[in-house]
């Protein structure tokens, strides 16, 4: 059962697992067991966490989760990797396996494993792995996000990654509202917390909400300790919050792109795309995961006109 997959545990035993099916990567050698791991996926379910995420303040963990196997039950979850950006900092993202990583980030930082010496061969350049840049900046690969604007923001200006086939579900949700089975008037976008409450099926709602963190506490946490996710070893509940926000964007997906039309599927691409592009330009104020506003850059104001649904979707 669900459940018992997601029991915590008391500490993570010998192959990095915690939280029963999450990987923290901290290391290089964990890196290239994610990046091979991620080789053949075509979709890939993200969510960033930092220190006042956008494009000045510093992204420290990224939530990265393979859609499980069309056979897979749906009370069996995927794996979930834990990017520990602040432990491996450039090399998370430009790293191949078997290349010397560069940046700062060749070694373990505040990991729980020596990272291994590597050194370029014709064997590892040839062998066809790419590393997170590369997939992220890959069309080809559908990345799943829930609110894609912070997270976009932070690895461009933070790590000069250009996020292709993005897929905002934050919009595909607006989509459903407006053109799915009940078609209403929608005027602002909701949170990742009330979507997992209203789309997922019975069974795998109650299995979320036993184990779910609570958001609100761990919110004022953390906006009490604005180092909350810069601070190593992660805690389980830092490992339980990462790990929520993408188990369950896979089944979200799948709801949303049974009850819509492709040319709405088509545009939904198109405006996720567009809110990626706009994450590269202009500093501008927004709405936070669950619907609360935060602001972009340097932390200054917020703009309630960016929970606003896109009018022209």
């Not at 979850?77 to 450039?90: A, E, I, K, R, Y």
């Not at 066809?128 to 609110?147: A, H, I």
């Not at 939904?268 to 709405?287: C, E, G, K, T």
Request: net charge neutral; with cysteine.
């Amino acid at each position: 059962m669900l459940s018992t997959k997601l029991q915590i545990l008391s500490s993570p035993d010998k192959a990095g697992m915690a939280y029963g099916i999450a990987q923290i990567v901290d290391n290089i050698e964990s890196l290239e067991h994610m990046l091979k791991s991620l080789s053949t996926a075509k979709q890939l379910a993200l969510d960033a966490e930092g220190m006042n995420l956008g494009r000045t303040g510093k992204l420290c963990l990224l939530s990265v989760a393979p859609a499980p196997p069309p056979d897979t039950p749906p009370d069996v979850p995927g794996p979930v990797f834990l990017l520990d950006v602040t432990s491996l900092s450039t090399a998370a993202f430009t790293h191949k396996p078997g290349l010397t990583p560069s940046g700062n980030g060749s070694s373990s930082g505040g990991g729980r494993g020596r990272s291994r010496s590597t050194t370029s061969s014709p064997s590892s350049s040839s062998c066809g792995l790419r590393c997170l840049k590369e997939v992220l900046e890959c069309p080809s690969v559908t990345k799943l996000f829930y609110d894609v604007r912070c997270d976009a923001e932070a690895l461009y200006h933070q790590h000069g990654v250009s996020l292709r086939g993005v897929v905002d579900l934050q919009l595909s949700e607006v989509a459903y509202r407006r053109y799915g089975p009940v078609v209403r008037r929608v005027g602002y976008v909701i949170g990742l917390t009330r979507a997992l409450e209203c789309y997922l099926a019975p069974e795998l709602r109650e299995r979320w909400q036993s184990t779910a963190v609570d958001k609100r506490l761990l919110h004022e946490t953390f906006n009490r300790d604005l180092r909350y996710w810069d601070r190593r070893p992660l805690s389980q509940e830092q490992v339980r919050y990462a790990a929520d926000d993408v188990l369950y964007l896979h089944h979200l997906h799948r709801e949303f792109t049974a009850a819509l039309a492709p040319p709405i599927l088509e545009r939904v691409a198109m405006f996720s795309q567009y809110r990626v592009q706009d994450s590269q330009s202009h500093v501008v104020a927004i709405p936070g995961k669950d619907g609360t506003l935060a602001g972009s850059g340097s932390g200054g104001g917020s703009d309630p006109t960016r929970a606003i649904a896109p009018p022209g979707l």
